[in-house]
């Protein structure tokens, strides 16, 4: 145990890690060194987004182009680990932008808060009384929410809402905000965190209360849900079913293929999971290149997955008067002001590529790479199967670790092309490549 290691150096931070965990790994130092940044403001910059920072902690940062969304252009930041994201997302984007591009609507804009609380006293009274303070609740956070509502945002919604048949004695404010191009996440809780001030001073003041109903108020915690499904955007593409064309598949089978997909995500939780997973896998990329909170993100969509009480597809499909439609309802809070994005460098990068975007578009941009994505992942599911395109993106990873040469890459390219990538096969051919042993 150590008590003050957030007060250390950062040198004395790894010293103290390396001598009392990684006394046998003579290259912990190095490992951690080679990742700081030379730029010294720059570095200083990353150590102050977290605490306890010993070093950087790199993504790749790629890039999907060929997105036409809403008739516009796009290229598509993506930071992203695993291999084949940004290759599935551009070759998803190049399908579609032959056969009339990715549409997006918003379905709607506000987030929800909630003063938790518990009160003994007698609910009716309570509901007669919170009529008379939703005002008061306004007025005392004029100062916070000025700036929100110039840029036309705001507290919308105020209500009280009894939830004693779950817990008793169990209310919430529940307060519904617009926050504009910010996430709002500080705006929301500040705005709560008053009005668990005002709704404890109102009440004690009140003579609508007998003194044992006042002692029996108990405010529990004021926080923002991260659940937001009436924050809401669609993002679509559709085109005649003939126009599904496909070396592998013809078109009226590859459509019936493709809902029976995701007919099947609809009601079985097992794939329902792993299909989304792969909506995700376009989503977090690119809130992650955004400087957004991806973990937000995450937990929103797979709460909205099991609305229904089981774990469902985010996505769906149809085939109607020959036309066939797939598309995705994604409930997502997003900021394209505060936050990281006027910090971090790559971030505001992300944001310029993107023409600088409300978050109400960057929205549906987001909500475009899942859709993308998931399209990639079905369209080699329901075809190729999803491995060939796997063990290609794998290929080059098995290379990489191997230190094998750009000529060595291209041979490996062609030697593989009719045969099945396994991690024993490539290394087994790249030593007979160089004349080792095997
Ligand atoms: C892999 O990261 C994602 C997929 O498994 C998604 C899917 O199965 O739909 C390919």
Redesign the pocket.
């Known amino acids: 145990m150590i008590s003050g290691f957030s007060k250390l150096s950062k040198k004395d931070k790894i010293n103290w890690l390396v001598d009392t965990f990684l006394q046998n790994n003579s290259d912990a130092k190095e490992v951690l060194k080679q990742y700081w940044n030379s730029d010294a403001d720059l570095q200083r910059l990353h150590d102050e987004f977290s605490e306890n920072t010993i070093s950087n902690y790199y993504l790749p940062f790629g890039v999907a182009p060929n997105f036409i969304i809403n008739g516009e252009e796009f290229a598509i930041p993506m930071a992203v680990e695993?291999s084949?994201?940004v290759a599935a997302a551009a070759k998803a984007a190049k399908y579609w932008a032959n056969r009339g591009g990715f549409k997006t609507e918003i379905l709607g804009f506000t987030k929800l808060g909630h003063v938790h609380f518990t009160f003994k006293g007698d609910a009716q009274k309570l509901q007669d009384f919170f009529k008379d303070l939703e005002k008061k609740l306004r007025e005392d956070t004029l100062t916070m929410t000025q700036n929100m509502e110039k840029r036309g945002g705001g507290i919308r919604n105020l209500n009280l809402v009894d939830k004693t048949d779950l817990i008793p004695h169990y209310f919430q404010i529940e307060a519904e905000f617009d926050t504009v191009d910010s996430m709002g996440a500080n705006f929301i809780n500040s705005c709560l965190e008053q009005f668990a001030k005002t709704l404890e001073h109102e009440l004690n003041d009140s003579d609508f209360f007998a003194l044992e109903e006042k002692k029996s108020l108990q405010i529990i915690m004021c926080i923002l849900s991260n659940y937001t499904p009436n924050c809401m955007v669609r993002a679509w593409v559709e085109c005649p079913v003939t126009d599904l064309v496909d070396k592998n598949i013809p078109a009226d089978i590859f459509a019936e293929k493709f809902i029976q997909a995701i007919k099947i995500?609809e009601i079985e939780p097992y794939?329902a999971t792993?299909?989304n997973?792969?909506?995700m896998?376009g989503v977090d990329a690119v809130v992650i290149a955004t400087g957004n909170d991806f973990r937000a993100v995450e937990a929103c969509a797979h709460t909205f997955a099991c609305r229904d009480g089981r774990y469902s597809s985010l996505t769906h499909a149809e085939v109607s008067m020959g036309v066939f439609k797939f598309w995705l309802d994604l409930p997502i809070s997003l900021g394209t002001v505060g936050g990281l994005t006027s910090l971090h460098p790559l971030v505001k990068f992300a944001l310029q590529l993107l023409k600088n975007p409300s978050a109400k578009d960057l929205m549906g941009i987001v909500a475009v790479a899942g859709l993308a994505?998931?399209f990639a992942?079905?369209r080699?599911?329901v075809t190729t199967g999803?491995q060939k395109g796997?063990m290609k993106m794998h290929l080059y990873n098995i290379l990489n670790q191997l230190g094998a040469t750009e000529k060595e890459k291209d041979y490996f390219a062609i030697y593989f092309k009719d045969k099945t990538v396994s991690h024993s096969a490539v290394v087994s051919e790249f030593h007979r490549l160089r004349g080792k042993e095997v």
């Open positions: 695993e084949s994201v995500a794939r792993t299909h997973k792969g909506i896998n994505q998931n992942a079905l080699s599911l999803i796997h």
